[in-house]
Nanobody
Framework: QAHLVESGGGLVQAGGSLRLSCAAS????????MGWYRQAPGKQREWVAT???????NYLDSVQGRFTISRDNDKNTIYLQMDSLKPEDTGIYYC??????????WGQGTQVTVSS
């Protein structure tokens, strides 16, 4: 059973926008921060953005001002609104959360491709 399911990826031209969603199952605790990570081809996975349970947000410098992370606790879902996309934003985007025992859980990822 998948406990984090990402959606919303796709192919977009540079300057365009995408909105990613991550639906969490009941084992994912809303008490802990949730976040988005990405992995570009041939590179290591990197952190992109985090949102806490009180909606405090933090961003990777290169996406600050272009990406917005948000959460809907009623739907147990987090989102990543990505605007002014650049080719270097291309990669597989993963959602991350934790269980009540603080165990890390990852989604299967969603592909984002930005063409120049």
């Amino acid at each position: 059973q998948a406990h984090l399911v990402e959606s919303g990826g796709g192919l977009v031209q540079a300057g365009g926008s995408l909105r990613l969603s991550c639906a969490a199952s009941s084992i994912i605790s809303s008490r802990f921060p949730m976040g988005w990570y990405r992995q570009a081809p041939g590179k290591q996975r990197e952190w992109v953005a985090t949102i806490t349970n009180d909606r405090t947000t933090n961003y990777l410098d290169s996406v600050q001002g272009r990406f917005t992370i948000s959460r809907d606790n009623d739907k147990n879902t987090i989102y990543l609104q990505m605007d002014s996309l650049k080719p270097e934003d291309t990669g597989i985007y993963y959602c991350n959360g934790r269980t009540v025992r603080f165990e890390a859980v990852w989604g299967q990822g969603t592909q984002v491709t930005v063409s120049s």
